[in-house]
């Protein structure tokens, strides 16, 4: 079929764009520098009071009061932790973390890759205010990890990028119990209760085969994510628990899709014969067959699956950049320059870069050393050297646990500056370190 102008010069381009893996560190790398250029531009003000102002959403008596940070932060974010959750449960199940052989590796270096950095934070900033914030250097970003190792193409073995990935959904697993655990404030038991109530509803619908992905959304949002926001627990914790409900099994098996696709495939194929008899009876007669394969494919395609290939577009291209827009903009000063020295600052930038790289590197090898595990296939040290580096990007979940971490705006600033210095430098450090060594290693197989 000929393609438009629209398709050509505007959609296909999109498309392209999305699909690739890269797109997903640009669009962020690129939400956080225009954050950073306003913050510091005669719109400064106007962009830190836009933040600042007040959505009330309720009936009657029954009303939520956030500012837009908060709607930001709680809300929109509660999409991408959704799909943390979905991703979760797949790896879980079917995935790197789904045996004990595939998932000790990965599991035991995100450990390390989180304690370290912690410990180095705290080692900084014991009984000072900035204290609270030691679960900010315990973050990766997968999304500006994988990124830039996927700028890298084949320089890299493809199994070292799913030991990143499995050791970022790791990751994202104990960032999502530090929040839950050490980040919540008073709690409603009532509300809790509410909460739990709705849980139960959506695991019992699981449990009776109810896959209509409407139904859980409805759950999800109105009744679990609700409660647990009113509850005091943050509501993040609401999205991965619903996440952890959605179905996995498929309304058909893959051989009764083969059959009844191959008979569908044979009623188009006998419609299109007919076209010359009547053309317009057998065109609606092909696209009602394509209906019902549509419907087929559906049926055979589990909810969890469906849920997390449609939000990811969303959560990649408009959660994830306005998240970032929000919270990366500080205001730089001629004093911001002494926020380097703060022992918040020092404590985000040594915990993320020195503490990730040591901490994942250390306990790989004494995975290693006592022959619990065994690197990838094709994975040597020095690869591994590169994803240590690599892990200490830390901004999405490391910018999020600092606006949990502190209420002061200074110690925001001070985290902030230190996570952005951070994941930039360690970026760098990690993509120019394995390019290098892919090169040099080209360079011997030359020889």
């Known amino acids: 079929m000929k393609k438009s102008g ?3 010069y505007f959609l296909l381009p999109i498309k392209n764009f999305i699909e690739k893996q890269t797109s997903v560190g640009l669009v962020l790398i690129f939400s956080a520098i225009l954050a950073m250029i306003v913050a510091n531009s005669p719109l400064a003000e106007a962009y830190h009071s836009l933040w600042k102002q007040y959505i009330h959403l309720g009936i009657n008596d029954f009303v939520l009061r956030k500012n837009l940070l908060h709607w930001i932060n709680d809300g929109l974010m509660s999409i991408f932790f959704f799909m943390v959750g979905l ?9 790197e973390l ?7 590796l990965p599991v035991v270096a995100a450990i390390g890759g989180m304690l370290v950095p912690a410990a180095i934070y705290y080692y900084f900033n014991a009984g000072g205010p900035g204290v609270s914030g030691w679960g900010i250097p315990m973050a990766t970003d997968i999304a500006f990890a994988l990124g830039i190792l996927f700028l890298l193409g084949d320089r890299v073995p493809f199994t070292l990028k799913i030991l990143l990935t499995a050791i970022a959904i790791v990751d994202d697993l104990g960032a999502v119990l530090v929040i839950a655990f050490f980040y919540t404030s008073e709690i409603s038991i009532e509300s809790l209760a509410v909460g739990a109530f709705f849980l139960l509803i959506l695991i019992t619908a699981n449990i009776i085969g109810i896959r209509n992905t409407l139904f859980y959304a409805i759950m999800g949002i ?9 509850s005091g627990v943050h509501a993040t914790i609401a999205a991965v628990l619903a996440a952890f409900a959605v179905p ?4 058909i098996n893959t051989p009764l899709f083969l059959r009844k696709a191959k008979m569908l495939s044979f009623e188009i194929k006998q419609h299109y014969r007919d076209r010359e008899k009547n053309p317009l009876e057998a065109e609606e007669k092909i696209t009602h067959t394509i209906e019902k394969f549509s419907s087929l494919t559906e049926d055979a395609t589990p909810p969890l699956q469906r849920l997390e290939h449609a939000l990811y577009p969303f959560v990649s291209f408009v959660v994830l950049p306005i998240f970032a827009f929000a919270n990366a903009g500080v205001t730089i000063d001629v004093a911001s320059f002494d926020i380097l020295h703060s022992p918040v600052t020092l404590g985000v930038i040594f915990g993320l870069i020195f503490g990730k790289f040591f901490g994942i590197v250390i306990f790989t090898r004494l995975m290693v050393f006592f022959k619990i595990s065994a690197l990838p296939r094709n994975v040597k040290w020095k690869h591994i050297y590169g994803l240590g580096f690599l892990a200490a990007i830390g901004f999405t979940m490391s910018l999020f646990i600092t606006e949990l971490a502190f209420v002061d705006e200074a110690l925001q600033a001070q985290a902030k500056i230190g996570i952005l210095f951070a994941s930039m430098l360690a970026g760098l450090i990690g993509y120019f370190y394995l390019n290098i060594i892919s090169k040099a290693k080209k360079r011997k197989s030359k020889v």
């Not at 996995?248 to 309304?251: I, V, Y």
Request: net charge positive; charged share 25%.
């Open 222 to 230: 109105g009744g679990l994510w609700l409660a647990i926001l009113l």
């Open 248 to 251: 996995t099994s498929k309304r």
């Open 6 to 8: 629209l398709d050509l």
């Open 87 to 95: 991703e979760l449960k797949r790896e879980i199940l079917q995935g």
């Open 98 to 104: 789904s045996s004990f052989g595939k998932s000790i």
